[in-house]
């Protein structure tokens, strides 16, 4: 599909300025956020009638987006990229303007989140109907997505921070909605201070950035980047790579991601396919021009994405939970789009596509396990399910379309996504061919991984003999689930092929412009067969173990091999950050309080028993008697004047 594709700075400015529906993009901010903060302050008045406020207000972000997205297709491809200040922030030597980037990249963005955030609310009436703070459920929803809007829409570094740390507040809220459990209490507390780690990587990248263009604007920033030392442009990398592994939970960030499925389910589809995961992608990818001049940040962000891609998978491999099962395909997925970030100008396109179909699917994915979860009384547990087929038709066969897109089965939309991810994993830069083979088969073998842990959760919730308890009686979904679902499916099925049709690549242009695209070490086409093969195969076996007639599983898990405890322990990530991190920090936290208890306030209260008992010698002297005060005075001149003729000798 894609010949040749550069990155570029894409900071020229048009020059027929920008449009009409460009400078109205903030609109597409403004609307949700409005919406929050309506329903948090209108309180229990509007519990009624607040769902549909909220639903109203992401489908007209929607509606402004859509109306930009058909403007911009309106304009001359060069005049494309649209740079405009809204208003005067700062004024001085640290001048600061708020403005917004409306361009190919920023609107698909919009209008992902836009489309597939209304389709989530709308399902949440139903999913939390039974809710007594569904209003307040609504309103975290549309400061989600106006936080993440903002994040994509920005035009500078400082105020897609803003945006940044908004998604942070809004998942921080919506993954402790619950937070009555303790627990749910603590998943939304390591969330948030996970991506605060992040955060200093997002600091420190501007504080640099700032020292060395004077600026955090993006076409300030990238016109400069080529003029700047590598050293320093690494270091840049670098941060915000660790920015990007705190908000998309990558490695060695991903922890948070698995217990981030306390929150309600719509929140893990919002969070997983159109938000909060996503920004650390935009982040690498918007920042092209400063990795593409740095091979030392690029091969970073290759090797994160490569790592998490396995690790995810593994883990996924060892989950009963069907929604930590999901989490972890994300975690794989999104280390999919990372790689490809890092592979250049041609892999960031496939990065974008992916990113993209992969929010369709994942979304249907996650919307599924919520209907089966309404039908089976919350229950996650895998092994508790079993021939769901029969009784939830709507969310089987939706599911399935999900399933197969993820899987990257021909013609759905994975495939046309992640089929080129993998080929182009294999193409080596000069000289280096070990990449080419490296990460080409890490993303090869990572396919067939995920064929099967994927098809072991599809198969154990749908297939087999039915292992619910005789109080459970499965039933499909109301409509307004159902309905959101049904789209969700369709664009599984389709996106990756309209994407391909309609040249997404172009599309892209100037913000990714045509390049060199260089050629695999192993020929596309034996590739795309492996990669086929080794799908079936791990589909096959998932099959033979967990759906077919024959498969017996056990309500309760198995004993296993060491591979799959450390699996099912998500391979002891959280072990390893409390032995590295939160013990030694904790060990810090109590030497500074004894330091501050016998130190600085033993000094304290050191001083004060010295001053008391001075003013206890000074307190006998006023003893009220006339010739007691009369020595002291005699006392007194005669020191003085032992001083005055001491300085005299």
Known sequence: MIDN?????????????ASTAARWSWLVIAIPLLGAGFLLLVGRAGDKWGHLLGVMASAAAFGVAA?????????????RVQDFDLFEWISGPFGLDVGLRVDQLSLAFVLLVTFVGTLIHIYSIAYMSHDKDRRRFFAYLNLFVAAMLLLVLANSYLVLFIGWEGVGLASYLLIGFWN???EYAVAAKKAFIANRVGDVGMIVAMMIMYAEFGSLRFDAVFAQAEAV??????LIGLALLLAACGKSAQFPLQSWLGDAMAGPTPVSALIHAATMVTAGVYLVVRSGPIFEHTPGARLAVLIVGAI??????IVGCAKDDMKKALAASTMSQIGYMMLAAGLGPVG????????LTHGFFKAGLFLGAGSVMHAMRDQVDMRRFGALDKFMKVTWLTFMMGWLAILGVPPFAGFF??????????VAPEGQVWQGWVFGLVALFGAGITAFYMSRLFFMVFYGKARWTDDQHPHESPRLMTVPMIVLALGSVFLGLILTLVKFDEYLAPALVPGHHGEPVVNAYVIMGATLALVVVGAWIAWVRFGSAKANIPVLPPAADGLVRAARADLYQDTVNHALFVRPGQALVRVAVKADDDVVDGGVRGLAWLLQGVGGLVARLQNGFARSYAATMLAGVILLAAIVLAGRM
């Open 5 to 17: 594709l550069v990155l570029t700075a894409a900071s020229a400015a048009p020059d027929l300025g």
């Open 67 to 79: 109306w930009a997205f058909f403007d911009l297709l309106s304009r001359p491809v060069e005049t």
């Open 180 to 182: 009555q459990r303790e």
């Open 229 to 234: 030392p590598a050293s320093t442009l690494t």
């Open 308 to 313: 998490t891609l396995l690790y995810g998978a």
């Open 348 to 355: 960031a396109v496939f990065a974008i596509m992916h990113l």
């Open 417 to 426: 996504s992640k089929d080129k991810i993998i080929e182009q994993a294999f």
